[in-house]
C-alpha cells in the first residue's frame, strides 16, 4: 500500500534546521501508556499556523494532526512550563549567536493595551488608551528578546503591573541591575524596585516641547518587540479565556521568531 503523501509545506512551518535546534527541547513521552504516534513536528507546525495566521483551533487545516489533539499537547506543555522553559532558551542561543552574555544585566518594561474578543475572561477598559480589554506587561532585553510577560486586565495602572512582571522575574536573572521605563512607572514604584528587586529603575522621559516623532532611547527597543508580536494575527487581539493561554501564545510567538533567526536552512517538503 502506497504511503501517505507529504503535504505541501506552509511558511509557517519549521525548517530542518529550525527543528534541530527545537527538537532537543521538547519534553519525552512520559513513561507508560499507549506509545506516541503524533509527529510532534506537525503539531509544532498547527501551532505555529494557528499563532501566525489568527485562525481558531476548529480552523486549523485537515493535513495537521487533529485539532483536538494539538490543543491537548499546547496546553499540557503551558501547564508543564516547557513553552517558557524553551523560550529562555533560545534567548539564551541567540544573546549568544550576537557575543552577548546569556543573561541579561538591563532590559526595557512598558504594557501594551489590546482589545479583547467576547471570549476572553480578563477584560477591563484603559481610560488612557480608550480600549476595552487587557494589557501585556512585557519586560525585554536590550536585543528586543522577551524576558518576563504577565497579561492581566487593561484597567490596571502601569505601576501595579509593573510590579506583578518584575516579580515573576526575581531569582531568574541573575546579572540584572538596570531597567528602563516611561514616565508612567515614575513615582514610588522606582523605589519599589529597588528596594524589593535590588534594580535601578530608570525613567526615560519625552520630552514635550518636541512636535516631530522622535525615536526615544531605550523605549524604542521594546515598542519594536511589540511590532513584532502582533505580526503573529492570533496576538492583533486577546482572542483567550485565561491569562495564562494568553501569555503561552505570546512565548509560542517568541519561540517562532527565534528558531527563524537561530537556524537559516532551507525548507522543505515535510511528511504529514
Given at each position: 500500500?502506497?504511503?501517505?503523501?507529504?503535504?505541501?509545506?506552509?511558511?509557517?512551518?519549521?525548517?530542518?534546521?529550525?527543528?534541530?535546534?527545537?527538537?532537543?527541547?521538547?519534553?519525552?513521552?512520559?513513561?507508560?501508556?499507549?506509545?506516541?504516534?503524533?509527529?510532534?513536528?506537525?503539531?509544532?507546525?498547527?501551532?505555529?499556523?494557528?499563532?501566525?495566521?489568527?485562525?481558531?483551533?476548529?480552523?486549523?487545516?485537515?493535513?495537521?494532526?487533529?485539532?483536538?489533539?494539538?490543543?491537548d499537547y499546547f496546553h499540557a506543555w503551558r501547564r508543564r512550563g516547557v513553552w517558557e522553559r524553551i523560550q529562555d532558551t533560545l534567548r539564551r542561543q541567540v544573546r549568544r549567536q550576537a557575543g552577548r552574555e546569556e543573561e541579561p544585566s538591563a532590559g526595557i518594561i512598558d504594557s501594551q493595551s489590546v482589545k479583547a474578543t467576547r471570549t476572553s475572561g480578563t477584560r477591563g477598559y484603559d481610560a488612557g488608551k480608550k480600549i476595552k480589554g487587557s494589557k501585556r506587561h512585557i519586560v525585554v532585553d536590550t536585543l528586543g528578546l522577551l524576558v518576563a510577560v504577565v497579561v492581566h486586565s487593561a484597567a490596571v495602572q502601569d505601576r501595579d503591573g509593573a510590579k506583578l512582571v518584575l516579580a515573576k522575574m526575581q531569582g531568574r536573572c541573575p546579572r540584572l541591575s538596570l531597567l528602563w521605563a516611561d514616565g508612567g512607572y515614575a513615582g514610588k514604584l522606582v523605589g519599589w524596585v529597588q528596594q524589593v528587586c535590588g534594580w535601578l529603575l530608570q525613567i526615560v522621559r519625552r520630552t514635550d516641547n518636541l512636535r516631530?516623532?522622535?525615536?526615544?532611547?531605550?523605549?524604542?527597543?521594546?515598542?519594536?518587540?511589540?511590532?513584532?508580536?502582533?505580526?503573529?494575527?492570533?496576538?492583533?487581539?486577546?482572542?483567550?479565556?485565561?491569562?495564562?493561554?494568553?501569555?503561552?501564545?505570546?512565548?509560542?510567538?517568541?519561540?517562532?521568531?527565534?528558531?527563524?533567526?537561530?537556524?537559516?536552512?532551507?525548507?522543505?517538503?515535510?511528511?504529514?
Open positions: 500500500m502506497a504511503g501517505k503523501p507529504a503535504r505541501q509545506p506552509y511558511p509557517s512551518d519549521l525548517s530542518d534546521g529550525e527543528w534541530q535546534v527545537v527538537q532537543p527541547l521538547l519534553p519525552p513521552p512520559r513513561p507508560g501508556g499507549r506509545q506516541r504516534t503524533t509527529n510532534p513536528r506537525e503539531v509544532l507546525n498547527a501551532i505555529f499556523y494557528l499563532t501566525k495566521n489568527g485562525c481558531s483551533w476548529k480552523a486549523l487545516p485537515h493535513d495537521f494532526p487533529p485539532e483536538g489533539t494539538v490543543r516631530r516623532f522622535v525615536v526615544l532611547p531605550r523605549r524604542w527597543v521594546v515598542e519594536r518587540t511589540f511590532g513584532w508580536m502582533v505580526q503573529y494575527r492570533r496576538l492583533s487581539k486577546d482572542y483567550e479565556f485565561h491569562t495564562e493561554t494568553s501569555e503561552a501564545m505570546i512565548h509560542v510567538a517568541m519561540i517562532h521568531l527565534m528558531l527563524r533567526r537561530l537556524a537559516t536552512s532551507t525548507r522543505v517538503v515535510v511528511a504529514a
